[in-house]
């Protein structure tokens, strides 16, 4: 059973913050570059929540209001990661419009997230999986959804507070722990040599 | 709640953001505690997505990509 986040729904006027969770979020790069141009490669990811150190979002987003400027906290950028629904993940099909732009294909029925990952995910054990349910007051507002943690991205704090209309909800502090500390433990670990493969 | 019915509830509460800037804004303006029960209630409950609208709205689920180019100009 697919344990539940307490979230709550803020202001507007209200600042970002860690477990902010927005919809449509948009992130670009630089594909390529020549003289003239650039060449920008732009994802949106359906949903994402803010997975960056409380104290640190906090600090940026008033630096955004411009109600401090303390150079030694400065951060570029805050780190996301994208939640997706959990019945198009299954075999990567959220990624089929990215892979087109890549000139990639996606094998048919490739496993991205099996049976087994969501029997473990929904225990609440997948190290790379977050299985998420949402609820406000006594309503489930997300629900069937799984958090990639391979799928970290970081965007402006700019962004964000102007974006903070597309800020669906914010999920509790206590919950948001438990999902951090699943982010850090997913980037902690420690990829083993396959023995049968010889070192590069 | 069957698997169906738990993505209308993530479906229509987002659609009701999407169609209506102006509620979620006055949504968002009341105060968490005072009356948020009757407002996702009526998120949740008014908004079923219309058959015209469910192709459109299951493509925003994927993640969304373009490519484009932008020509430099020195800003002074």
């Not at chain 2, 949504?27 to 219309?50: A, F, L, V």
């Amino acid at each position: 059973m697919v344990s539940t986040s307490k979230a709550v729904i803020l202001p507007a006027e209200q600042g970002v913050g860690q477990g902010d969770v927005f919809k449509d979020v948009k992130y670009s790069y630089i594909d390529s570059e020549d003289g003239d141009s650039v060449e920008v490669m732009e994802l949106t990811f359906p949903y994402a929540i803010v997975v960056s150190q409380s104290c640190d979002v906090a600090y940026m987003d008033d630096f955004e209001s411009g109600e401090t400027s303390a150079v030694v906290k400065y951060m570029p950028s805050i780190l996301m990661c994208p939640i997706y629904p959990k019945d198009l993940i299954k075999h990567g099909e959220h990624l089929k419009e990215v892979f087109s732009y890549l000139d990639r294909t996606i094998e048919s029925g490739a496993p991205y997230y099996n049976r087994e990952d969501i029997k473990v995910a929904e225990k609440d054990q997948h190290v790379r999986f977050h299985a998420l349910k949402i609820d406000v007051d006594d309503k489930t507002i997300v629900d069937q959804a799984v958090i990639d943690f391979k799928h970290l991205f970081s965007v402006p704090m700019k962004y964000l507070h102007n974006h903070r209309l597309q800020r669906i909800c914010t999920i509790e502090d206590i919950y948001i722990d438990q999902i951090v500390n699943k982010m850090a433990a997913y980037l902690a670990r420690v990829g083993l040599p396959d023995p049968k493969i010889p070192e590069r | 709640m069957s698997d169906e019915n738990k993505v209308d509830v993530i479906s229509s509460y987002l659609e009701s953001l999407n169609n209506n800037k102006e509620a979620s804004i006055e949504q968002k303006e009341i105060s968490y505690g005072s009356g948020i029960d009757s407002q996702m209630s009526k998120y949740i409950e008014t908004t079923k997505m219309e058959e015209s609208n469910a192709a459109e709205y299951e493509a925003t689920k994927i993640v969304k990509c373009r490519r484009y180019k932008l020509y430099k100009k020195e800003i002074s």
